[in-house]
Nanobody, 117 residues
Framework: QVQLVESGGGLVQPGGSLRLSCAAS????????MGWYRQAPGKQRELVAT???????NYADSVKGRFTISRDNAKRTMSLQINSLKPEDTAVYYC???????????WGKGTPVTVSA
């Protein structure tokens, strides 16, 4: 059974920073593309960033230069460093583990991020 548990969300002022973490159980971490997605109130879930097991990264245009995704394969953890937060970054942030060649796609329960003065 694969479990993904996010942490690190909270209330932060515009311009502030947060570091989100995702801890994964199970062997999927070794093969999966790990990613962060977010869903703002009234909007669809959207991609934030992904990182392959070799460390290749991909970012949504809206977060490039402000967000940094990373993973530690030995510890089976993934992080998202978020800087220069904007009110439009307010959303629930979800951890995803995806291994389509194995028919695997798992989600965490999410951690909320609120950017407000």
């Amino acid at each position: 059974q694969v479990q993904l548990v996010e942490s690190g969300g909270g209330l932060v002022q515009p311009g502030g920073s947060l570091r989100l973490s995702c801890a994964a159980s199970g062997t999927i971490f070794r093969i999966a593309v790990m990613g962060w997605y977010r869903q703002a109130p009234g909007k669809q879930r959207e991609l934030v960033a992904t990182v392959t097991r070799w460390g290749s990264t991909n970012y949504a245009d809206s977060v490039k230069g402000r967000f940094t995704i990373s993973r530690d394969n030995a510890k089976r953890t993934m992080s998202l460093q978020i800087n220069s937060l904007k009110p439009e970054d307010t959303a629930v942030y979800y951890c995803n583990a995806n291994a389509p060649n194995y028919g695997m796609d798992y989600w965490g329960k999410g951690t909320p991020v609120t950017v407000s003065a």
